[in-house]
Nanobody
Framework: QVQLEESGGGLVQAGGSLRLSCVASGRTFKNYAMGWFRQGPGKERDFVATVSWTGSVTGYVDSVKGRFTISRDNAKNTVYLQMYSLKPEDTGVYYC????????????????WGQGTQVTVSS
């Protein structure tokens, strides 16, 4: 079992930045690929970014490439999502997720989920 807790969300103006953190506890964090997903108002939960357990492989949805960076610190059991140049369409609840395998863009492939942190970008 892996427990995940996100933090770092908030209200920011368009063009601003935020850094989300997700702390894992339970099983060995370093054996898990991690992902960030977001769910906007009235929308489905969509893929944002993923990182392998080594941190050497990353993937992003096209809409955030060049603006968001996913990283992890296995010594701290933490995965980060650094977000720059935020846009109103980035608004939503951001969830981190873990899967005991390689990276994936599909929410169905992830085994564990956090409760989410709200990100609101005002125009």
């Amino acid at each position: 079992q892996v427990q995940l807790e996100e933090s770092g969300g908030g209200l920011v103006q368009a063009g601003g930045s935020l850094r989300l953190s997700c702390v894992a506890s339970g099983r060995t964090f370093k054996n898990y690929a991690m992902g960030w997903f977001r769910q906007g108002p009235g929308k489905e939960r969509d893929f944002v970014a993923t990182v392998s357990w080594t941190g050497s492989v990353t993937g992003y949805v096209d809409s955030v490439k060049g603006r968001f960076t996913i990283s992890r610190d296995n010594a701290k059991n933490t995965v980060y999502l650094q977000m720059y140049s935020l846009k109103p369409e980035d608004t939503g609840v951001y969830y981190c997720a873990a899967r005991r395998s390689g990276t994936s863009e599909s929410a169905d492939d992830y085994d564990y989920w956090g409760q989410g942190t709200q990100v609101t970008v005002s125009s």
